[in-house]
């Protein structure tokens, strides 16, 4: 209100100055007086001058002159012969023309265009929303703003730029009401938005009025609303478990000689990526997040217990499994005297134990082969002998009967 009392008084000090011959705007504030000087008027009677009134309370020109009674409470001409508007309303907006003759008979003409405003009041945020939830529409709330004229806009802000609607994330249900005896305006404007799940947890909304004045007025200024700040609440989930975040070894199962390398890399399936710290021996690393570790030239001080920890905001931390990291000692071969821990281990013990399962159970069935072969052989050799023993038998009875007959013949 400070502002257009303001405004008014320029307005008023202006026109008392004088005005340029020609087309000239004016904006004054409805219910202030306005005086519009005509331009070339003897200052004191006798005058020849005439005003000429086209606004939103003639069908036609309305004529005004200094000899003529005054238009009602509407509006006078002044002795010096000036035009007073005593409260200037909406309907007072249109064409003020005044053509006067001066002393010397030189006639001039002035011409104004006659705006009127009123500023609002400070708008506000009615039906603010408690809080908002992450991936789905919400209302934000309603923007008001009443009593201002021209109509003006209202326009939303997100942590203090500018909202535009998009109609998707960001859409906005506008209202404009229209008094019918006072003619000002109340503009309503509803605010949905549909936060992302991984946006801000905490945005602050505001809203402002802007006059619909001529920008090169200084009255042509925003009205803010109070902010207000709300929380987003994302979807349940559930903490990533624990096999989720994989810690990866390069080489695989192999033993690493002093001055070689080992790789560690530490893999989590979240969205977006986690960040990746790092422990050695149950103390944190300190090196920057990253999912990679990579240890060149290993020596003794790089020997110990790996793992990574997965920090992210809508999950919490998340620990992976330790690997122990050992150095072999120079010449030996394998992974017996040093070896890096994790699943290169685990697989390589694995394949070693089916590998040593495989050969005994060969040793075992050619143990079995073997010695059934060797029955068999028994076997096949038993009857040949029994038949030997049956041809001796029977050759030496064939001897022995010759014999018994000779000593039978020669008996006495």
């Known amino acids: 209100m400070e502002a257009g009392t303001t405004a008014g008084a320029w307005v008023l000090v ?48 309305k004529v005004l002159s200094p000899q003529g009674d005054p238009w009602d409470s509407v509006a006078r001409v002044l002795p010096n012969g000036s035009l007073l508007l005593p409260a200037i309303g909406i309907q007072d907006e249109g064409t003020f023309r005044c053509r006067a003759r001066s002393r010397k008979g030189k006639e001039i003409k002035s011409n104004y265009q006659v705006r009127v405003y009123q500023i609002p009041g400070k708008p506000e945020i009615v039906d603010p929303a408690s809080e908002l939830k992450a991936g789905v529409p919400n209302k934000v709330g309603t923007c008001v703003s009443e009593g201002g004229y021209p109509a003006g806009t209202l326009s939303w802000h997100l942590d203090g730029k500018p909202l535009i609607p998009d109609g998707k994330g960001v859409s906005v249900k506008e209202e404009t009401r229209r008094h019918p005896e006072t003619g000002l305006f ?85 969205q977006p990526p986690p960040q990746i710290h790092w422990i050695k021996d149950g103390t944190p690393l300190p090196l920057p997040p990253s999912p990679v570790l990579l240890l060149p030239e290993v020596g003794p001080q790089d020997q110990g217990t790996y793992s990574c920890v997965a920090t992210h905001p809508s999950h919490g931390p998340q620990e992976s499994r330790a690997v122990s990291i050992s150095i072999i000692e120079t010449g030996e071969e394998g992974p017996t005297a040093g070896s890096v821990g994790g699943p290169g281990l685990g697989t390589l013990a694995l394949a070693l134990g089916i590998l040593g399962g495989l050969g005994a159970a060969a040793l075992l069935i050619g143990v079995i082969v073997w010695q059934r072969w060797r029955r068999q052989g028994k076997e096949r050799k038993a009857p040949e002998n029994r038949e030997e023993e049956e041809d001796e038998r029977a050759e030496l009875n064939q001897s022995e009967e010759p014999e018994a007959a000779q000593s039978s013949a020669g008996g006495p």
């Open 14 to 61: 202006l026109s008392l100055w004088g005005t340029v011959v020609g087309g000239q705007n004016l904006t004054a504030q409805i219910g202030k007086p306005l005086v519009l000087n005509c331009k070339g008027a003897p200052r004191k009677p006798p005058q020849q001058l005439e005003w000429k009134l086209n606004t939103g309370r003639t069908e036609a020109w």
């Open 186 to 270: 109340t503009l309503q404007s509803e605010l949905m938005v549909t936060p992302a799940r991984e946006g801000a947890p905490h945005p602050t909304f505001s809203c402002s009025f802007i006059p619909g004045l001529p920008r090169r007025r200084a009255l042509h200024r925003a009205l803010h609303t109070a902010p207000i700040r709300l929380s987003v609440r994302g979807e349940h989930r559930d903490p990533v478990p624990l096999e989720e975040i994989q810690l990866v070894v390069e080489p695989e199962g192999a033993a690493v000689a002093p001055g070689g390398t080992v790789t560690l890399t530490c893999k989590a399936s979240t």
